[in-house]
């Protein structure tokens, strides 16, 4: 087992637990000395910028957040979805709990994926806010992550699938193409994608992503199932949320197909 410090979205046991880590255990911590950043630019540029900490000249400055206890399995769930060696680089640091001090894994951002004109999403402030709240952080951290400038929501069109004949896939065929993945009812090759998504084939191939974005939302308790999207029992937020996805999909992959879910 390890020792792992969340500090952005994943002191948030809901969005942590959408990516497969369910924690032994979880209680505050801080990291003093450094700042919270939101510069590590998203794989999805809709998306503004996500957590990252830097050292501070200021010891009074502090990192808050959680430290979790995590079996060993974990770790490459959470090297995947942190894009760990693309855009993230993992160190250890040295926390301050309520028993004494402890060392714990977190991630820091690369400088390859680093853009200090970068905002965060509303979506994921809150997201942040509700796991400070949930984990009682200080009010005066609460606040200031409440108080942060957020990065301004694009307004897409409904996405339409191109016209003409379309390839059809469902859950095991998809599995024969690593390189595809689906989204909401589309299938889409990301052979061509930009080199710095490549990261994303071993976690989006052969997949249908729908789930794992809907439980994403701030709003989302992380209780969704595939019967819900197949029945259409999705919010109006997150049908918003899917369809900007499906737009950013088409503009960086190669739409190929419908998806069904059967």
């Not at 794989?43 to 900490?53: K, L």
């Not at 595809?180 to 052979?191: H, S």
Request: glycine share 8%; hydrophobic share 35%.
């Amino acid at each position: 087992m390890f020792y792992y410090f969340g500090y952005g979205s994943n002191m948030n046991l809901t969005s942590l637990r959408v990516k497969g880590v369910e924690p032994r255990s979880s209680e505050p911590a801080a990291l003093h000395g450094w700042r919270l950043l939101f510069n590590v630019h998203h794989w999805f540029r809709h998306e503004g910028g996500v957590g990252n900490i830097h050292p501070s000249d200021s010891p009074a400055d502090q990192v808050q957040g959680l430290v979790h206890l995590c079996e060993d399995e974990h770790l490459p769930l959470l090297d995947a979805v942190e894009s760990y060696g693309v855009g993230y680089d993992r160190i250890e640091v040295e926390l301050r709990t309520t028993g004494g001090f402890r060392r714990a894994l977190t991630y820091i951002g690369l400088p390859s994926y680093l853009d200090n004109r970068c905002l965060p999403t509303q979506r994921y402030l809150n997201i942040l806010v509700k796991g400070a709240i949930s984990a009682g952080l200080d009010a005066a951290y609460i606040e200031k992550l409440r108080q942060h400038p957020v990065h301004p929501e694009k307004d897409y069109p409904p996405f339409q699938h191109p016209p003409g004949h379309a390839s059809v896939f469902n859950r095991d065929t998809l599995t024969r193409y690593p390189l595809y993945t689906a989204l909401a009812g589309a299938v889409f090759d990301m052979t061509d994608a930009r080199r710095d998504l490549h990261c994303l084939r071993d976690l989006f191939g052969g997949k249908d992503m729908t789930l794992f974005h809907l439980k994403r939302l701030d709003t989302s308790d992380g209780s969704e199932t595939l019967e819900d999207v197949k029945s259409g029992r999705i919010s109006a937020a997150g049908r918003n949320y899917l369809n900007a996805y499906l737009h950013e999909y088409d503009a960086e992959f190669r739409y190929v197909g419908r998806y069904v879910y059967d």
